[in-house]
Structure formats: structure tokens, C-alpha cells
């Protein structure tokens, strides 16, 4: 079966930088379309960066452009989330998703039919 599974999280100052990891298996990597999103106390989760299958396209929040950058290793399976530049605004949990062809470019989280477990981001001052 599909497993999504995060890490690299943890609490980092101000303009501090982090890189998530996602390892997935259980299915043909490649051909997925792969999405972070986040989720804040008491906020709704949102799309914060995704990722064509090929890595050609790609798609940000505007609350991270130039901050974040999404990329993927088809070889080793696995999604990685670039934070640089962190603030506190940033603090979540942060998911991997995962979609099957025929999937799309999206930051809406219906898009996804896969999701890892969380890595929590702590962005202090």
C-alpha cells in the first residue's frame, strides 16, 4: 500500500532553514503528482508548495515564494521541502501528499488521496 512518511522537522529561530524529507513507497513514485501542505493550531490546512511527476512544474502558496522550494529524487523515492528564511507565521505541521495518474498541479488538498503522519516546524524569535 501507499506510505508517505515525513521527517526533518523540529524548532529552528527566525530566518532560520529546514529540509523536510517525505519517503514514499508503495507505488510508482515517479509517476505521482506530490504536494506539501500545513496545518497550524486552530487554522485550516493548507497547500504550501506541489510538484509535477517529471519535477518540471511546480506550484507555490504565496506566503512562501522565494522562500520554499519543493523538488523530488525519482531515483531514491523521496520529496524534499527547502525552508529558508523561516518565521514564526511558519510554525505547523507539515504533510506529504501524494496522487496517481491522472493527477494535477494543485494546492487544494482534494487533489490528494495520500497522506503521510506530519513533521511538526517550530519557527521561534
Known amino acids: 500500500q501507499v506510505q508517505l512518511v515525513e521527517s526533518g522537522g523540529g524548532s529552528v529561530q527566525v530566518g532560520g532553514s529546514l529540509r523536510l524529507s517525505c519517503a514514499a513507497s508503495?507505488?510508482?513514485?515517479?509517476?505521482?503528482?506530490m504536494g506539501w501542505f500545513r496545518q497550524a493550531p486552530g487554522k485550516e490546512r493548507e497547500g504550501v508548495a506541489a510538484l509535477s511527476p517529471g519535477g518540471a512544474s511546480t506550484k507555490y502558496a504565496d506566503s512562501v515564494k522565494g522562500r520554499f522550494t519543493i523538488s523530488r529524487d525519482n531515483a531514491k523515492n523521496t520529496l524534499y521541502l527547502q525552508m529558508n528564511r523561516l518565521k514564526p507565521e511558519d510554525t505547523a505541521m507539515y504533510y506529504c501528499?501524494?496522487?496517481?495518474?491522472?493527477?494535477?498541479?494543485?494546492?487544494?488538498?482534494?487533489?490528494?488521496?495520500?497522506w503521510g503522519q506530519g513533521t511538526q516546524v517550530t519557527v521561534s524569535s
Open positions: 501528499a501524494a496522487d496517481l495518474p491522472p493527477c494535477r498541479l494543485t494546492l487544494i488538498q482534494s487533489g490528494y488521496r495520500y
Open positions: 508503495g507505488y510508482t513514485y515517479s509517476r505521482s503528482c
